[in-house]
């Protein structure tokens, strides 16, 4: 079934505005096609350097190009949860390939940080730099041109955005994305995050708090709310990345495993030495990010991909816009409420019928591109399917369940939680902004208040604190941006404004920072542009001004006359205390290089 005609004129225009930037791509892998994907152009030191610890018949098959050498990149580290499951990837790859004839070597780890971790502390002004590293690390295991496709290993926030640039940058080379999966439920993150507003109002104590954290991030495996992470396997399995059904499968298991090995097996079926070439660089297309932009808006999912989207899309020479991700948005209904959407988690979403069922689903509709090209073949329809272990240990697919098994958690089209997606672009004499409304209810969509600013997520705490969070407001964080600071996630501000919207005060926030997948149910202006530091609009309010959030018309206002507002100095911030300290200063280069949000907020000329 082709796509609609308004999924398709939105395509159509990504397509046209991309052309020159797309052609000149091509032109670049094509390039690097005939002189690369295989070992032939490198010398006899070269090779001997690459194959020194290989086994004497891998040396030999390496030694030609007749054996395809498939490239592991990891994001491997046993701290965290979400990466610790890849320690016995490697292992299982490497047999795989073995088995199918090939070989596979890891090629090189990349870091990956956890902003769980790193929420409201230093280091989180590293987290989106993080992404542009990833790529730049990932891109230096694959230059020793010793591959013909690669895997990787990925799984949350900015890790899978970073590898995805680095793949596209290699773009001949076929790549496949394995992930890990998300950890079995513990405590709902409803009841979780009740404890954490008792916390928060000194109801209960730390001990408290802590028990019902580690209740909920128990084991091995991603977060089971719908943040980034799961956001981004979710898009790795719609743009057709991962194997049919991969995403949402459990670590530790029998098809965990089993999905690993095949997904190993595949990336080698299409090297350039088989007859099912198929490069990331020509396999991603303007009709892949689309369906990129579909899935994240039928999922209500993570604000920060209007960003990473944006940065990947760039990286294969397609201009995407935050313009377009806001009219698909308009498209595409909302068929997923998962948390902070709703109350199940994503294990309740993949056991309703997952991503098989919601492909199917938006398939029959014409929301998405079903003629694209994946890491499996022609189409999109062969990821309607449920995964499943077979006798024999291999993977089985079945076709997704006609019916939902939880219409409250995954529902078919006629039944949508909503017309529209879960995501929107706001735009208005304060610049241009995302608003995630998936979470937020209809009531509350719409605010007009006073506004009180803030220079940071802790004086915004401290006033909390202090007991002057007050009445009806609007509050204005700035001086959050990537120039600024590096743009961390402010997710310490969800649960104090969630507080006083709970006690009958109308509130929202404004901000030129980030507040990730876990974005709640107070209307949240994030991502503004352009940023306080760069002496945006939002440097110009004052306590007191009356600010109007419109998330339903999709604008963003400071109701002071035009004049008055534009003659106003712009404040100024002592940023001194956010250049040093937990490796900051390393990426000061980053804070001046950096692009706007809605450009990708990337630190590469390319992207």
Not at 205 to 233: D, M, V
Not at 500 to 509: I, K, S
Not at 572 to 579: Q, S, V
Request: glycine fraction near 12%; proline fraction near 5%; include cysteine.
């Amino acid at each position: 079934m082709t796509a609609r005609r308004d999924i398709e004129a939105i395509t159509e225009r990504i397509r046209q505005r991309s052309k020159a930037g797309r052609e000149a791509y091509l032109g670049r892998i094509a390039e690097a096609s005939g002189r690369a994907a295989n070992r032939a152009v490198l010398s006899c030191g070269n090779l001997a350097h690459g194959f020194a610890v290989c086994s004497p018949s891998e040396k030999v098959a390496l030694g030609g190009d007749r054996v395809p050498n498939l490239g592991i990149i990891t994001s491997y580290n046993d701290m965290l949860s979400a990466h610790q499951p890849f320690e016995t990837f490697p292992a299982l790859i490497k047999e795989a390939a073995r088995e199918a004839g090939g070989i596979a070597q890891v090629a090189g780890g990349v870091p990956a940080m956890c902003d769980g971790v790193t929420q409201g502390q230093p280091g989180m002004e590293l987290s989106l730099f993080s992404r542009d590293v990833i790529a730049m690390a990932a891109a230096i295991g694959l230059s020793h041109n010793m591959f013909d496709a690669a895997v990787f290993l990925g799984v949350c926030d900015k890790i899978v955005p970073g590898l995805v640039i680095a793949a596209l940058t290699f773009g001949h080379l076929p790549a496949v994305f394995i992930p890990a999966g998300p950890m079995t439920s513990g405590l709902p993150n409803d009841e979780k995050a009740k404890v954490r507003q008792l916390y928060a109002e000194g109801k209960a104590g730390r001990a408290e708090l802590l028990a019902a954290e580690s209740k909920s991030y128990h084991g091995p495996g991603t977060c089971t709310f719908y943040g980034t992470a799961n956001s981004n396997q979710m898009l790795m399995e719609i743009m057709g990345l991962h194997t049919p059904g991969a995403s949402f499968v459990n670590p530790g298991t029998p098809l965990r495993d089993a999905l690993t090995r095949e997904a190993a097996k595949r990336a080698l079926a299409i090297t350039a030495l088989g007859n099912a070439y198929t490069p990331i660089g020509r396999m991603i297309d303007e009709r892949s990010i689309v369906n990129g932009v579909v899935g994240l808006h039928a999922t209500g999912g993570s604000t920060n991909h209007t960003i990473h989207l944006i940065a990947m899309a760039a990286a294969a020479g397609i201009a995407l816009t935050w313009q377009d991700i806001s009219d698909l948005s308009e498209a595409v209904p909302l068929l997923a409420r998962v948390y902070p959407n709703g109350l199940a988690d994503v294990n309740h979403f993949h056991a309703a019928g997952g991503l098989g069922f919601l492909i199917r689903e938006l398939l029959d509709e014409g929301i998405l591109h079903e003629d694209v090209q994946t890491v499996w073949g022609e189409g999109l329809r062969p990821y309607a399917v449920e995964a499943k272990l077979g006798a024999d240990g291999s993977v089985l697919r079945e076709a997704a369940p006609l019916e939902s098994g939880d219409e409250k958690v995954l529902a078919p089209f006629a039944k949508a939680f909503q017309p529209t997606g879960g995501l929107k672009v706001l735009a208005g004499n304060l610049g241009h902004a995302v608003i995630k409304t998936s979470a937020v209810k209809p009531e509350r969509r719409v605010i007009e208040a006073p506004a009180k600013v803030f220079d940071s997520q802790q004086g915004l705490n401290d006033a909390f604190k202090a007991g002057t969070l007050t009445g009806d407001f609007v509050a204005v964080i700035r001086f959050q941006g990537p120039k600024a600071n590096g743009m961390p996630e402010l997710h310490k501000l969800t649960t104090v404004l969630g507080i006083l919207q709970d006690r009958g005060q109308r509130v929202a926030l404004v901000t030129d920072g980030r507040m990730s997948g876990a974005s709640g149910k107070v209307p949240a202006a994030i991502h503004v542009t352009p940023e306080a530091v760069e002496d945006g609009p939002i440097a110009r309010i004052h306590d007191g001004d009356i600010i109007r959030l419109d998330a339903d018309a999709g604008t963003l206002e400071v109701l002071v006359p035009g004049t008055e507002f534009a003659l106003r100095r712009t404040a100024d911030a002592d940023l001194i205390g956010n250049e040093f300290g937990f490796g900051r200063e390393l990426f000061a280069g980053f804070r001046q290089l950096v692009g706007r949000a809605d450009h990708g907020a990337a630190a590469f000329a390319n992207t």
